[in-house]
């Protein structure tokens, strides 16, 4: 019928189906996202039982006080003031705090998912000095309890802490005991009890060392009045965050190193607080964050390759609509829809292959198999093989652009853009003849599209 055959029936039809591969295209957007979320789950699993991001913090130096206070209580039924001793403590940071990290990254497996782990090394020294103004913070000197003194380092996840740890004062190590750490981490972390009574009126000089294990994020915190942190790793992808960037890193294909120099004014804080009854010192703290991170996400490219999904059928179904108003050929409508489940598909075998073999040899098996099923499919469906091996080439050259999309990612707009704008004139011009309203072609055949 001529209804049937007319131009902008075809093209109606070709939109509809088009617009009806949306559904399988958003189910395989949910797949991409249910094997990441599958991902995340089996990272996390490697986690549980390795550490998880871990954030350090100190060491800071705790000293008890004890401070009078009056009270009124009610006795009898008359009020009655007295006098109290309240046990309170003081935070000390150190005057200056230098410390070397080593961070020794490790690849770790479950099935066929791998995550990013690392074991860090902290090797550092502290000097904490009572300020010359401490009657300024409301705290006489003669109210601290110095041989009660305690040092104290956080750290997020304690599950992680490798052997080998110490603190020592003089060269004399002192006993390690668990927990009181710093308001940062919770609560969690080491201490060490420090007799600072004989020699109070010097500063104090520490050494420490530990070793922790954690999973693809690294935060430390600064407390010392002046902080001097080199970062070094074999892991060539850091990415560096938080609120304190390096003050210098070079970073090359065999790892980074990193220093940090930063200032108590920077903090905003001084090296002395008094926190009140049940306040915790340090959360919210600003820090410096260095994260080990993977150069190609698979996930997240396989997402992004997918959102073009409609620039692969749009195009393959536009070239099919030319041969059929224009060149004669009769393209059926089940004929579009196996064409695009087959373009759907490549999706799948992508997020298949790549979870074994890698992004890019996964691309180019998925986009070859895929190339060669609907290019023999069109040369059946066109009844050309010339007509076969111009989809052939449009589909190599959307592939081909596609992959540089995605590793393009901050030109991908534009070149998408110039893409669809060069797109739009061929069809505008190749169609130009087309009575959209009758059977089809005119008396003249339009340039550029391969004939029988």
Do not use: C
């Amino acid at each position: 019928m001529a209804k049937d055959r007319s131009p902008g029936f075809k093209l109606g039809m070709t939109v509809l189906i088009g617009a009806l591969l949306a559904i399988p295209l958003f189910m395989v957007y949910a797949l991409v996202w249910d094997r990441q979320s599958q991902s995340e789950t089996a990272r996390a699993s490697v986690a549980e039982g390795w550490g998880g991001p871990q954030m350090l913090a100190g060491p800071v130096m705790v000293i008890p006080y004890r401070q009078q206070s009056v009270e009124t209580v009610t006795e009898n039924g008359k009020a009655t003031t007295r006098a109290v001793t309240i046990d309170r403590e003081l935070f000390l940071a150190p005057v200056k705090n230098t410390a070397k990290v080593d961070v020794s990254p490790e690849r770790r497996t479950k099935s066929i998912y791998e995550t990013v782990v690392y074991e860090a090394r902290v090797n550092g020294t502290a000097r904490f000095a009572l300020p010359a103004d401490l009657a300024r913070f409301g705290v006489r000197p003669e109210q601290l309890l110095l041989d009660r003194a305690e040092i104290r380092v956080g750290i997020s996840d304690a599950r992680g802490l490798l052997a080998d740890n110490g603190i020592s004062v003089g060269g004399t190590a002192l006993p390690l005991r668990p927990g009181k750490g710093l308001g940062a981490t919770n609560g969690s972390g080491f201490f060490a009890f420090a007799d600072w009574s004989a020699g109070s009126a010097a500063p104090l000089d520490v050494a420490y060392r530990f070793g922790v294990r954690g999973n693809g994020q690294l935060t430390l915190i600064p407390d010392a009045e002046s902080t001097d942190w080199t970062i070094s790793s074999q892991w060539p992808h850091p990415s560096f965050g938080g609120q304190f960037l390096p003050n210098s890193r070079s970073v090359t294909d065999k790892g980074f190193t990193a220093r940090y120099t930063i200032s108590n004014l920077a903090l905003g804080r001084a090296i002395v607080q008094l926190p009140q009854p049940g306040e915790q010192v340090g959360q919210g703290a600003q820090s410096a964050q260095i994260d080990l991170i993977e150069p190609v996400n698979l996930y997240s490219q396989v997402d992004r390759a997918v959102k073009y999904g409609f620039l692969f059928i749009g195009f393959t179904f536009l070239a099919f609509l030319m041969f059929d108003i224009i060149a004669g050929a009769r393209v059926a409508a089940a004929e579009y829809l196996l064409t695009g489940a087959g373009l759907i598909l490549f999706f799948v075998l992508l997020l298949a292959f790549a979870e074994i073999i890698g992004f890019t040899l996964a691309y180019l098996a998925a986009s070859g198999a895929i190339v060669g099923l609907i290019s023999a499919y069109s040369a059946a469906v066109l009844g050309s093989v010339k007509r076969a091996g111009f989809i052939a080439g449009l589909l190599l050259g959307l592939y081909a652009l596609l992959y540089v999309l995605l590793n393009l990612e901050a030109y991908s707009l534009i070149i998408g853009s110039l893409l669809l704008f060069v797109a739009l004139a061929a069809v505008m011009y190749v169609t130009r003849k087309v009575d959209w309203s009758g059977l089809g072609k005119r008396d003249e055949v339009a340039e550029g599209l391969p004939q029988a």
